[in-house]
């Protein structure tokens, strides 16, 4: 009878069965495997994260079966606890303690693993969908950025004016292989401090040339581009935002709000944000020193590193 009364005891505390399982399976692959919101990302910006990114996934996959693991695994030592606490197998009491707290140290440290490189994939995509913004702003640039051997047509979304000193193209365009290969420097800060950034790349022109930089003034608050004076005309190197409803300001708020974040004075200090020739986002300073960007260029250069991909 006594024999009989524990089978019974132990019946009452069955492990999980296998549809239990499969539901706590697929609980913690919907937990393990969720990433940043999707609206937020286009499928482009997602798989090029993944291409830069491509063993994040297998990691996810890991992180999951751990995890699934690990909680089968804890489910039945609480079982088996629970069981021992009626009076059952209580010679695994400690064995079964022992288990479930190895257990819950697993779940954690999975949970932390897989939040950091959530994070770190949120991040990357964010930087590729600011760069992919980045690349629509329209911007109106001298004629003497092109190469001679270089038709206009091929720029692609240039456009340009009969007799026309400038042409108006995209911010891709500076990228690799797309026409124009330059560095882009995205300066915003306020309408004097910007008259003062004009002047500088006017000093800078033939430095600027010779380490493919380009200059974009942004004047803030307001997000528009400088106003030339009527004796100043547009510098080889300086390219003006092309405003299209809100989509400089809206891009440039954005950034100036970080800043501002860390206490950079927007209109005196102004800030950059750097594209390196390959469309990504390569720096943000604060401060607007045209002088210390060219002279980083030149130091990779005399140090024999490389600068196509800067």
């Known amino acids: 009878a006594a024999f009989c009364g524990r089978i019974t005891c132990i019946e009452s505390f069955q492990l999980p069965s296998q549809t239990s399982r499969r539901s706590t399976t697929s609980s913690t692959r919907q937990w393990l495997s969720s990433s940043p919101d999707n609206e937020r990302f286009s499928r482009e910006v997602r798989l090029r ?16 079966n751990i995890a699934g693991g690990a909680t089968t695994s804890l489910l039945i030592s609480v079982a088996r606890i629970a069981a021992a606490l009626s009076g059952v197998n209580t010679d695994l009491m400690d064995e079964s303690v022992r288990n479930a707290a190895i257990d819950v140290v697993g779940l954690a440290g999975v949970f932390y693993f897989w939040r950091q490189d959530q994070l770190a994939e949120e991040s990357r995509l964010k930087r590729a969908t600011k760069g992919a913004e980045l690349a629509k702003l329209s911007v109106r640039a001298s004629k003497a950025l092109l190469d001679g051997s270089l038709e ?34 995205i300066a915003a800060a306020g309408k004097d401090r910007i008259q ?8 800078l022109q033939p430095e600027l040339a010779d380490n493919d930089l380009v200059v974009v003034p942004v004047v803030m608050p307001q997000g528009v581009a400088p106003v030339l004076g009527d ?8 390219a003006l935002p092309v405003t299209v409803g809100d989509s400089w300001k809206t891009l440039i708020d954005d950034e100036a709000s970080d800043a501002i974040s860390q206490g950079v004075s927007i209109e005196e200090e102004g800030f950059c944000i750097i594209l390196k020739k390959n469309g990504r986002v390569g720096q943000r300073t604060r401060g607007i020193f045209l002088n210390n960007l060219v002279g980083n260029v030149v130091a990779r250069k005399e140090a024999g590193m490389d600068v196509k991909n800067i």
């Open 49 to 64: 994260e993944e291409a830069e990114s491509p063993f994040r996934k297998v990691r996810y996959f890991l992180y999951l």
């Open 152 to 185: 206009e047509d091929e720029l692609g979304s240039g456009k340009s004016s009969a007799g026309s000193s400038t042409f108006t193209t995209s911010l891709a365009s500076f990228r690799r292989q797309r026409g124009i290969e330059k560095r882009v420097v």
């Open 196 to 203: 003062q950034v004009l002047a500088e790349a006017i000093d």
């Open 231 to 238: 004796d100043m005309s547009q510098p080889a190197n300086v």
